[in-house]
């Protein structure tokens, strides 16, 4: 069929021992990124995606047009329809899956916590299920999240340290992803790679984080809230730039282990590895509003909230010594440099619905 045709050749690597990688979250931002990356190097790529309004869609649709320029082909399907996935697995034998399709976000946990259950613990199930029966194993490679360290106040964060005070359900699930990863690799043999990745940022970003919206808002004239902690400090974030991100990612892959078919303790039996994904260098959220101000040549009306939001946790900062070890990794973007990068595709993607765009059209500039 032609559906058959579009996912086999997506999939094809070009090069010589390229992978076959299924990206699951393919039309989401990281996906997105890490899609192109794979497929500008020579990996065969499939995407999965449900295309779901948690955000904006049709951001996941233009995604998806810059992908298909590119050969990635992207099946519209949910992580837990098995029938779905077990056909894909018969058609491909993938080498790897980048497994980044969840649902994100904090703070949504509270309006819809089911959806969490469903895509970041169900969903992850069924593809390990699907990925444990395939023909070859596949080497999964999954997003967790620095949300696990919680109220953790270890500074900085290393791999090892607690992660048994999550302060959100979203939080929650990316835990149990983790332990639910533990199990397949030790009964099944899965080689099963978490990267906790750290506030990522740039361009094609989520509109529902604040360096997004506090962008929009900026432009638009509109307030932004800023939150404290308990104690009335600023919260801090160890905001990654995603090409930072989408290295570590190919890293991640390029050194993964290969499933085994076997776990426990068997010998050469895969390791379940854990890895921080972050910058290394905490920003308070007071200071990404000022570089965004200097970048929009615009005043932020703030509005400072004395107390934390529900779920947030009051900084974090990675260490990342274990993922330089393994596979290099070495965040390179500060954030003033990213946000510029974000900033300049913000305006290129939206234009400027603002009043910086009516003042230049009043003053007869061109736009
Ligand atoms: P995103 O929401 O842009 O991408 C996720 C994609 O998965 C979306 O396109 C969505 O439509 C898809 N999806 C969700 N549930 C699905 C399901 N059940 N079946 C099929 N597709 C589904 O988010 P992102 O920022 O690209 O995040 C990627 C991964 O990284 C997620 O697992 C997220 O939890 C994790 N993460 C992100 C950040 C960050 O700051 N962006 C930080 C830590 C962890
Ligand atoms: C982000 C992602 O949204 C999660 O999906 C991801 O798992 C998490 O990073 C992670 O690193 O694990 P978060 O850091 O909370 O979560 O990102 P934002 O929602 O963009 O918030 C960033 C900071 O801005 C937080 O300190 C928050 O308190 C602050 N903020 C947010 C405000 O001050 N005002 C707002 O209106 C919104």
């Known amino acids: 069929a032609a559906w058959e045709k579009q996912v086999r050749l997506s999939s094809t690597p070009r090069r010589t021992n390229g992978f076959s990688v299924l990206v699951t979250g ?14 500008k190097r020579g990996d065969g790529v499939l995407g999965l995606d449900n295309f779901n309004n948690y955000y ?7 995604r998806q047009n810059l992908l298909s320029k590119h050969q990635v082909f992207i099946v519209e399907g949910d992580l837990n329809d098995g029938p779905l996935l077990t056909k894909l697995f018969d058609v491909v034998p993938f080498t790897h899956v980048l497994h980044l399709a969840a649902q994100a976000g904090v703070r949504y946990a509270m309006q819809n916590p089911q959806s969490y259950i469903s895509s970041n613990v ?36 290393s791999e090892r340290d607690r992660t048994d005070q ?8 990316k835990k149990a992803g983790e332990e639910i990863a533990h199990t397949y690799n030790h009964i099944y043999g899965l080689s099963l790679t978490g990267l906790r990745f750290f506030t990522v940022y740039g361009p094609w970003g989520r509109p529902d984080m604040a360096y997004f919206f506090f962008t929009k808002d900026i432009l638009q004239g509109k307030s932004i809230d800023i939150y404290k902690t308990h104690d009335q400090k600023e919260v801090a974030r160890d905001f990654t730039y995603i090409d930072d991100v989408v290295k570590g990612c190919l890293g991640a892959l390029d050194t993964a282990e290969k499933s085994t078919g076997s776990g426990g303790k068997k010998k050469g ?29 615009t005043k932020a009306k703030k509005h400072v909230i004395t107390m934390p939001r529900n779920g947030d946790v009051p900084f974090t900062h990675a260490n990342v010594t274990l993922a330089f070890k393994d596979f290099g990794y070495k965040p390179t973007t500060d954030l003033s440099t990213g946000l510029r990068k974000f900033v300049k595709w913000y305006i290129s993607y939206y234009g400027i619905q603002s009043k910086t765009r009516k003042e230049s059209q009043a003053t007869g500039e061109s736009g």
């Open 26 to 39: 393919a039309a989401g931002f990281v996906g997105s990124h890490c899609s192109l990356a794979l497929k």
């Open 269 to 297: 039996a895969a390791q379940l590895r854990v890895y921080n994904l972050g910058n290394t260098s905490p920003v308070p959220v007071g200071r990404l509003v000022s570089i965004l101000e200097g970048l929009l040549s």
């Open 122 to 157: 169900a969903g992850f199930v069924n593809l390990l299920e699907v990925a444990k029966a395939a023909n070859p194993q596949p080497s999964i490679v999954w997003a967790s999240s620095s949300s696990v360290y919680g109220l953790n106040t270890e500074n900085p964060f």
């Open 166 to 173: 999550p302060a959100s359900l979203y939080a929650a699930t």
């Open 56 to 62: 904006d869609p049709s951001l996941k649709r233009a």
